[in-house]
């Protein structure tokens, strides 16, 4: 960068040279009695050696430029792509994908154009205009003057253009962000607009959104338009005011023909800056949109945070290494007095409390919304209690450090979701360690195994985004043998089996039963046949714990539990 930085400088001050040999020529040459041939020879060479070093060292900071440009994107790319891993549920559960898709494609390449072409015009025609100042003064000082006169004209128009235009290309990136959003959120959703026929509805909408792009883009346009024109009208002025004084000064000899003919052949370095002027601020202004919005998201913390930093002498992590589990974790879990609300303050969790010993299996059942789901998530730590405590082996989450944490605190989502990538490349996602043998185990567990050989290339088959072309259930599977090769301490089952058909359900109830032997396990579900094996079942409703007992001690009491299995046989 810096050797980019020093050949502009170079650049700029040779710019200068041919329009002083040109003068020359016309004053010691053309209007010299002598006409020096040997004089005329040497100043063209000069002039054509100046103009290869320029062309020489302007393609050389170009390129390093562009290199730079490309390095700095990279390092950029990769670091707001790390900080986005470390942010937490809360901060994904409001922020729009095609944002985050815009922030690290469009903003990102904003910044490239501004260290590949921005930056070095910056510097470039503003050592221009002051060399070409400099150089218009010491050969005559009025007309350099004179020259000047635009000047305040220019400054005001810049800044009230600087001052429109930058809202105006915030209002555009803002909108193609809510543009991405939206084709992102149709393509991911096309199977349910087509089932729906929906198709000319989502058109409408996109449409919508379309014209408001369209909007602001022409409004940012016109902001552009506005300002651009008097810009250049300024510098139409600088011929007049060079035929005009520059004449009477030549006339009256303050100068020479061949100074008027320097200046003439120096106004581009006086008048291409200041019509650059408009272009650079115009760039700058769409580069300082998009460099705030990645401020702000390199700004943004976790708000699960780590409450101390690891002793990791103490634990298998050490920085810089995969995190793995430890088999210093027993595995008892107790919510102490836990209350929890989501960002709208609405209580989904109010008051729980219960203890889980080493190794029990728990069922949780309860009627959709009564906060399930979110006891796992708190157990994860993908979100912190708003008040009470929540213990590990006697030891509150938040003294964990969190990847530790969910190293061995593992759960299958409701929603089963797959990479696309090949079926053992799912499987192993969370023990990269993991032979194929190991594989097919936990594929065997989870009956992955009864539909592998359907699949084109068995294990190799690459799975669809999403896991688009598997089934409901087989995903669900696929998801389940992820979680038993990493076999964590405490293992959570979020309604691992709701799409599977019961004659499947009941293997896979058998390896579960099998793979969890020593594990603390959380069994969540809306169907009563899972709880069968369980060593303590609680019914969840209104975010609060109602009945806790055995499949036996509640099927004999009146209440949800019971109600839910009469439905159900």
Known sequence: MIAGLSLSVAVAATNMINPLITGNIVDKVILSDSHELKLLFKLILIMISTTIVKSIFRYSYQVIFEHCSQNVIRKMREDLYAHIQT????????????????????????????????????????????????????????????????????????????????????????????????????????????????????????????????????????????????????????????????????????????????????????????????????????????????FELKELHPTVKKEFEPDYSALTVVPGTEVKTDDSIKGRVEFKNVCFSYSNDVPVLT???????????????GPTGSGKSTIANLLCRYYDAKSGEILIDGKNVKDYDPQFLRKNVGITMQEAFLFSDTVEGNIAFGNQEADFAQVEHAAELARVKDFIGDLVDGYDTVVGERGVGLSGGQKQRIALSRLFLANP?????????????????????????????????????HRVSSFKDCDLIMVVQNGQIVQKGTHEQLIKVDGYYKDVMQEQQ
């Open 87 to 294: 942010l937490d549920f809360s901060w994904y559960d409001k922020t729009l994908s095609g944002n985050v898709l815009t922030l690290l494609t469009a903003d990102l390449d904003k910044v490239r154009h501004f260290v590949a072409w921005v930056l070095y015009q910056i510097v470039e025609n503003v050592l221009i205009y002051v060399f070409s100042i400099i150089t218009l003064g010491l050969i005559n000082w009025k007309l350099m003057l004179a020259f000047l006169a635009i000047a305040p004209f220019v400054i005001w128009l810049v800044q009230k253009f600087k001052i429109h235009i930058g809202p105006a290309h915030m209002r555009v990136r803002d909108q193609f962000s809510v543009l991405n959003t939206r084709v992102g959120e149709n393509i991911e959703g096309n199977r349910v607009v087509k089932a729906f026929v929906r198709e000319d509805y989502e058109i409408s909408k996109f449409d919508v959104d379309n014209e408001a792009f369209r909007k602001v883009a022409v409004e940012n346009a016109d902001v552009r338009v506005k300002y651009t024109p008097w810009i250049e009208t300024l510098c139409g002025v600088l011929p007049v005011i060079l035929i005009l004084f520059g004449g009477y000064l030549v006339i009256t000899d303050q100068m020479t023909i061949g100074q008027l003919v320097t200046f003439n052949g120096l106004m581009w370095a006086f008048t291409q800056p200041i019509n650059m002027f408009g272009v650079l601020v115009d760039n700058t202004q769409n580069f300082r949109a998009s460099a705030k919005r990645l």
């Open 351 to 365: 008051d729980v409390s219960f203890v889980i010993e080493p190794g029990q299996t728990v069922g949780i059942l």
């Open 489 to 525: 301490r405490i293992m959570i089952l979020d309604d691992t089996t709701s799409a599977v058909d019961t004659e499947t359900e009941q293997k896979i109830r058998k390896s579960i039963k099998e793979q969890c032997k020593g594990h603390t396990t959380f069994i969540i579900s």
